[in-house]
């Protein structure tokens, strides 16, 4: 009655790519929940990558790529031929086209470009040139565009004829435009579906509509839908021309994509998103670039050490708490830090309010740092029975927190005044300063009162 | 010819307050970008807070409230009076009623409770025992609800009627139910559109509907918004009985919340999201309580350096070795850490998968380790010229950031498994770890080596 394990997924569809079964292969995955198949495709060498995506029908291995994280399709389409690439990308949202091919190097991209269907590959076109986080790079051009002349049995008319290519949209609103594309209305469907079928579009629809240049950037498109319940806005050109619609859904994605990326520079993973199935060399080389700068910012910080020397050498015991000195200021700056990058994304804060959020964060580098100091006074007393020590080290990191917390504070606001991304460098600059203090207040306060230490 | 320089939106909105004059502050505060709002909310003293939300009509203030984030909304609640507290609230969408209730403490959300439109309370009442982040404390209860033997006419006249009330959800699909409340089946806006008059809903709606359980958790619902193109997902109770509709963009500003959440948290900041107009003692105390345990970590941590007095007087340049070797485990460990909880939160790795994450580690953290161990031996020949003391930092380095990778990249995991919040823990326990190892290493090799350093 022993129930045969189940066999992990990558492996049964290795098996059946081994036997080149394609309608297996095809039955299974449609099968997986889209978290099994990411695991799936990460585990599966390049060769079977390819060969997945080849044995699928193109519009099954779009719905696929569709549901892998982005990082992750690019990963895949750089090994795959230009025609079946073509053939897959074809079948994506004009957005994702744009995406997909904005990841992979400019030869890849227009080999891939020249054999796409004419149609689909001139929105791409039109679409690539877009940068990824502006209206125009997170528009779909798949909308329901109605002339304003026309009626509303016409319409209705016109929506069952070609019912099929419809429902590929998301259709909540028609987008209405006169004889030169220019915006002139939005018509919800549910307006239609109330209203008499002699009605003319041109009465029936919301004049003025609200709408995005092509070029805003990612924040203006934030704050539309957050102060309006739409799922979706227009989005036109510098001639009013209706170029494309940006969906609710597409703006929180890209959202949550900077989002990510943000915390993944934050830690120190700067050269874009890394996932585990890229190559070692290339994992190694990105993470090298950002330790390379630390180091020397380390040895920078650390040689404020080497000017104290023979203070240290007098007291030893100091050499134990420089490390505490600097990892704790860390830490408190990280919190400011962290408090300063969520008011600036939450609009609570603008980067010229420096004194506002010094004095906020003096307060709080006050009474933290007494009670650190208090703590570290007290370890250091108990240990080398020295209240002297004790008020060193106490006095330092005391000091110190409330120059993290200043430090931490403020550099995010610096930072993106000068439009320096805060996400990669305040951590190293915030660490820098700080160690140098920290060190310099430790070891500055002993050398002053060396005869009561040793 | 000079310009006025404009006022600050919440001076503005101060000085019309204390004139009291309701329909300027209305104006103007219907004028406001969402952000521009949130931050001249935050300008406000408690007392102009209360009365803003009270000035304005109830419906406008719950706009105020849906606009603004979560922690200030819950900041803002706390000083209203319970009778003009449950006047806004009842404006607002049933699963934010929810969330601003659960933010609450329960003695204030009971007498808001009381206060409510009973109809709307009971609403609220029944959501506010879910947890916030499973499928019953993100659902609402706005939703369109069809009769299965009803006919698409009798459906087209019921929106006529109502549309109204009808006008405040987001109506893409009916749900059908049975006459016992359980679903059968959906029913997609477009198909009423495109169908006669005479169809029964029945042999309209798609049946088989797919649906989640109220008590299913956030990543259940993520997976399948990921594996499925709705907008929104219907919600049965154990007994298959329709309860409620969770939206894809409730779904998707959970998962943003809890993400941004797990960033505050690696940082430091652990008692809840902290915005800079909160107290300074709360802030001052949440704060605290986070550095106190990583204090008494460093400690531990370096009690390993005083264990090797008597290395370290004999060598004093160790010193300033030391405080680099911690700094830049903590850097190559924290790289291991996002890149797991990225692949943890994508699906790309499971929490057993330990020996997989650690040969990978394994092999970045080799590279790395040498060229970091070069680059430090390096900086200690140049500095002391002698070739020992460059392999002895050298050697601990490389050896330290194998020991860090390996750390960072296995401990989410292991974390994950036991159900602990790697986010929180993570950061402390690799720093801990690193620096002991690291100290160890770079003092106990000194040790072995202490003649040819002296």
């Known amino acids: 009655m022993v129930q045969p394990a189940t066999q992990e997924p990558w492996l049964e569809i290795q098996s059946l790519l081994a036997v080149g079964d394609a309608a297996a292969v095809e039955e299974f995955v449609e099968r997986l929940a889209s978290s099994e198949l990411s695991l799936a ?6 060769d079977e990558r390819s060969q997945l995506l080849t044995i699928l029908p193109s519009k099954m291995a779009a719905d696929v790529v569709e549901q892998i994280p982005n990082v992750q399709a690019a990963e895949l389409f750089e090994r795959l031929d230009a025609v079946q690439a073509a053939a897959i990308i074809d079948e994506l949202p004009s957005s994702e086209q744009a995406d997909l091919l904005g ?4 030869e890849d991209a227009n080999a891939i470009l020249r054999h796409m269907d004419p149609e689909e590959a001139a929105d791409a076109r039109r679409l690539y040139h877009y940068e990824d986080d502006v209206a125009g790079g997170l528009m779909v051009t798949e909308f329901l565009q109605i002339a304003q002349d026309s009626s509303v049995e016409q319409v209705v008319q016109e929506l069952r004829a070609n019912a099929d290519e419809y429902s590929d949209y998301d259709i909540q609103y028609g987008y209405v435009v006169d004889q030169v594309q220019r915006l002139t209305g939005v018509l919800r469907m549910r307006d239609l579906l109330l209203a008499r079928g002699q009605t003319k579009i041109a009465n029936l629809m919301i004049t003025h509509p609200l709408s995005v240049p092509d070029h805003a950037p990612l924040e203006e498109l934030i704050e539309f839908f957050d102060s309006h319940g739409f799922l979706g806005v227009p989005i036109v050109d510098p001639q009013g021309a209706l170029v494309g619609v940006v969906q609710r859904s597409a703006v929180d994605e890209a959202a949550a994509d900077k989002q990510d990326l943000d915390y993944l520079k934050s830690q120190g993973i700067v050269g874009g998103e890394e996932i585990r199935s ?10 090298l670039s950002w330790l390379s700068v630390n180091i020397l910012l380390n040895v920078m910080a650390a040689s404020v050490i080497a000017v104290f020397q023979d203070t ?22 990280s919190q400011a830090v962290a408090v300063s990058l969520r ?5 609570l804060v603008r980067t010229n309010e420096l004194l506002r959020v010094w004095l906020k964060e003096l307060a709080v580098g006050l009474i933290n740092g007494v009670a650190l100091g208090l703590l570290i006074s007290l370890v250091a007393m108990l240990w080398k029975g020295n209240p002297y020590l004790g008020l060193v080290v106490g006095t330092a990191l005391a000091l110190n927190t409330v120059v993290a917390v200043s430090i931490g504070g403020l550099i995010p606001l610096i930072l993106k005044r000068f439009r320096i991304d805060p996400a990669i460098a305040a951590g190293p600059i915030l660490t820098t300063i700080t160690d140098m203090c920290g060190f310099f207040f430790v070891l500055g306060l002993a050398t002053l009162m060396l005869d009561r230490l040793v």
């Open 278 to 287: 890229l190559p070692t060399w290339l994992r190694a080389k990105r993470r």
């Open 41 to 46: 495709i990460s585990r599966l060498s390049e």
């Open 343 to 347: 008011e600036l994304s939450l609009g």
């Open 103 to 106: 990841d992979l190097d400019d």
């Open 312 to 333: 240290l050498s007098a007291v030893i015991a100091l050499a134990v708490f420089l490390p505490i000195i600097s990892d704790m200021s860390g830490c408190s700056g």
